[in-house]
């Protein structure tokens, strides 16, 4: 091992391996364990620098956030240790009190007494980089995503079509689950997790949700919906608001860096925003952002528009106002349907006479088009009823659409499973279950949209790696004692 100097700008050392200038590298420092790791990656958000010594450069470790500093500032000694596979700098800090009898964890440096304050630890090769991966043991095994996941709690969760990006994303482990949506949770289970817990939440203890970095959930969106105008002053849709306040409660219990709530856009104005004031009263440490995203604009097949609160403690993650897509339309969607869809045949036959009703309506057209004496419609009735799909436009939010009878484009009948699942962005190889053809023409309707859970994913994720990578954030699972 060698000595090298400390520096109070932060971590800056020299090594003479000069294969290691221009290595791209993210690291993490774990306050609790009083260690910093950096890990080589492809999109890293650092690089190792270069530093000239005499005709030769040599590589140039140079961190300088606030964590790191406070970690190193008071380091008397800087020691490096090097092996096959890493390099570990280890700091010492100077023992006041020299009559202290020596142990473990003292050093005599130089006839100085120390005690070891924090280790770096640099990876040569990502390959043997392993972090926390399973909650119960704290290890991943060789040749997993080389950067430590986040820990993602789901709540409402549905059918899963929130979670799916987050699940497909190596950064991330989904480790807790819950809907009360017993057809719900067994969609959940064959397309993400079977670890999904089928209960209500008002009967979940805060205790029984593991630590995590992420909250995220649609608390039953009914209770706010213009789709349910007509009874949404009930008691039942008051019930429902109330499961709000039960996300409130574990969202405070577990402390997350961040969640976030999908919700219908009536969530944010319903009784003078009530909502976002007990947000902001019962979790006052968290800085929230509220979005409006449309599934156009985002690369999706609806015209389905949903709000989006996100709470951080670091920072507000603000969602960007537009992104500017090429707009998809029905065509698109239900071209790519295909019989090895799972749920292919999944659809409500039509009886004779809504077959007939069916017929007078052209693409783009509703009940209106239907002539009243074949049928009377109230002026109230809604405009999705008997809606016909147009071949080249988005479709209208799909709601449950066996109760408006939302038409196929060219066919008598509405539309299958597999092509509401096509217009919500979901791909052939999602799988929706249930024991009733209802409960799955449900499932997909009450879900996220594919783009707008990827749009959703992509920004929260990466403020989180932000706010990683600043030092200001550390993953749940570095601060877990490893077992085993």
């Known amino acids: 091992m060698r000595k090298i100097k400390k520096s109070d700008r932060g971590l800056t050392f020299a090594l003479d391996d000069e294969a290691l200038i221009g290595l791209r590298f993210n690291y993490e420092i774990n306050l609790h364990k009083r260690t910093i790791r950096i890990v080589p990656c492809e999109n890293g958000r650092h690089t190792i620098s270069r530093k000239k010594s005499g005709n030769k450069f040599r590589a140039l470790v140079d961190i300088r956030s606030c964590d790191v500093k406070d970690l190193v500032s008071a380091a008397e000694y800087l020691e490096i240790e ?183 856009p009536q969530l944010l104005t319903f009784d003078n925003g009530i909502a976002l004031e007990k947000l902001l009263r019962d979790l006052p440490e968290y800085r929230l952002s509220v979005s409006k995203l449309k599934d156009t604009e985002l690369g999706g097949y609806t015209k389905r528009v949903r709000a989006i ?84 436009e988005p479709s209208p939010t799909i709601t449950n659409f066996r109760k408006p009878n939302i038409t196929h484009p060219k066919e008598n009948r509405i539309i299958t499973v597999a092509e509401a699942a096509a217009l919500m962005g979901l791909e052939k190889d999602f799988k929706v279950f249930g024991s009733t053809l209802d409960s799955r023409q449900q499932q997909v309707a009450n879900g996220v949209t594919g783009a707008m859970s990827a749009f959703i994913k992509k920004h929260v994720l990466d403020a989180l790696d932000r706010l990683r990578a600043d030092g200001r954030f550390v993953p749940v699972c570095l601060t877990m004692e490893p077992t085993g």
């Not at 213009?226 to 608001?241: P, Y």
């Not at 500017?324 to 749920?343: G, I, Q, R, S, Y």
């Not at 036959?349 to 309506?361: A, N």
Request: aromatic share 10%; hydrophobic share 35%; glycine share 4%.
């Open 309 to 392: 609160i996100i709470g951080c403690l670091h920072e507000a993650i603000t969602l960007p106002e537009k992104v500017v897509k090429v707009v998809k339309t029905v065509w698109d969607a239900l071209n790519k349907v295909t019989p090895e869809w799972f749920n292919y045949d999944d659809y409500t036959t039509p009886s004779e006479r809504t077959k007939l009703l069916m017929s007078y309506v052209p693409q783009g057209g509703n009940w209106q088009n239907i002539p009243p004496e074949v049928a009377y419609f109230p002026p109230t009735t809604h405009s999705q009823r008997y809606y016909r799909l147009k071949w080249d």
């Open 82 to 264: 090097e092996t096959a596979d890493r390099i570990i700098v280890h700091v010492y800090k100077k023992v006041e009190t020299p009559s202290v009898q020596l142990h473990d964890g003292l050093y005599l440096i130089d006839d100085v007494l120390c005690e070891k304050s924090a280790d770096i630890v640099i990876m040569k090769d990502e390959s043997y980089f392993s972090f926390a991966h399973r909650p119960e043991t704290g290890i991943m095994p060789p040749g997993l995503p080389t950067v430590a996941p986040y820990y993602i709690a789901s709540l409402f969760s549905g059918a899963g079509l929130l979670d799916k990006p987050f699940h497909d994303d190596p950064r991330c482990k989904i480790v807790f689950a819950t809907d009360f949506d017993r057809n719900a949770c067994k969609t959940y289970a064959a397309n993400i997790s079977d670890l999904i817990r089928c209960m209500d939440i008002r009967d979940i203890h805060e205790e029984e949700v593991p630590s995590c970095d992420l909250v995220i959930g649609g608390p039953c969106c009914q209770a706010y919906s213009n789709a349910n105008r007509h009874n949404i002053h009930s008691e039942v849709s008051e019930a429902k608001r109330m499961l709000l306040d039960d996300y409130i409660r574990i969202v405070h219990a577990k402390k997350p860096e961040a969640f976030v709530i999908e919700n219908a």
